[in-house]
Nanobody, 121 residues
């Protein structure tokens, strides 16, 4: 089983910045993709950004130009979501997700517990 731990959420004023971190353990899994989702109160969970094992990224239109997703160099079990120019509509719980593989489990989907992002003055 994979455990995903998110950190970096908090309260920020509109226009501010936050960086979220997700760490996946154990690190010997093969993490095909790592993604950030978010869920605002009363709304469905939505995809925000994805990074593949080789570093290809996709960013949803709603945050394009303001958010970026990245991984540390040569580290496969960690990723970041850099969020800038935050807006009130960016608030919600941000979840880390991975599609991870081992020979004895095959490919499975895993979710973190989420980290709260609040954007308010």
């Amino acid at each position: 089983q994979v455990q995903l731990v998110e950190s970096g959420g908090g309260l920020v004023q509109p226009g501010g910045s936050l960086t979220l971190t997700c760490t996946a353990e154990p690190s010997y899994f093969t993490f095909h993709t790592m993604s950030w989702y978010r869920q605002a109160p009363g709304k469905e969970r939505e995809l925000v950004a994805t990074i593949t094992r080789r570093g290809d990224t996709t960013i949803e239109d709603s945050v394009k130009g303001r958010f970026s997703i990245s991984k540390p160099y040569n580290v496969e079990n960690k990723m970041f979501l850099q969020m800038t120019n935050l807006k009130p509509e960016d608030a919600g719980v941000y979840f880390c997700h991975t599609s991870a593989y081992t020979t004895w489990l095959g490919t499975r989907q895993y979710w973190g517990q989420g980290t709260q992002v609040t954007v308010s003055s």
